[in-house]
């Protein structure tokens, strides 16, 4: 089934990625095991926003008889449970949110993963929480277990810069210092 290109996004290059589970899929909840990213826009990224905005309209309207479900009308979009989410509001205590917008993406098949050349990133401590890069997502209607809303699929990632990791977790190369190492420390 071709991928309507109205409910498609590329991000803009400032995104910054958290709870990166890009190479291997995770539960959440007791769920089924999904490839995931949250992805922190900043909200002076108008067009990305805009675009953002755009697609979950789209998808509203490609969605319609899904929301409908077995009811006579379709739900306002404003009632639904939507992706883009502000940061300022729901996480007013963590500073990576402030100021940004976020879309938690995900899927069941592992996203491609590329550099800012475009070449396959094989080495996982590559991608992590706290890079900038951007994503290729999608946005579409649900209708499961009552709820309903517009989620948001992950297609694929676009690493563009390296950014202090997230999350509080150093480098192993980071926290060992050569010096210590020098001491015979059986002597």
Known sequence: MAQNTATKV??????????????????????????????????DDKVTIDRIRAAIEAAYKDGESKLRGTGKT????????????????????????????????????APGIVDAQKQEILDRSEVYSGCYGRASINFYAFNANGNKGIACGLNNLQKIADGEPLGGKTRAEDDFDVEDNEDDFLS
């Open 74 to 109: 379709v739900p306002p979009l404003k009632t639904l449970k939507l992706p883009l989410r502000d940061g300022d509001e729901e996480r007013p205590d963590d500073p990576t949110y402030a100021n940004s917008y976020f879309v938690n993406a995900n899927s069941d098949t």
């Open 10 to 43: 590329i991000t803009g290059k400032k995104t910054r990625w958290s709870y990166c589970n890009v190479f291997e899929p995770k539960a959440i909840e007791g769920g089924k095991p999904k490839y995931s990213v949250s992805l922190i826009i900043p909200k």
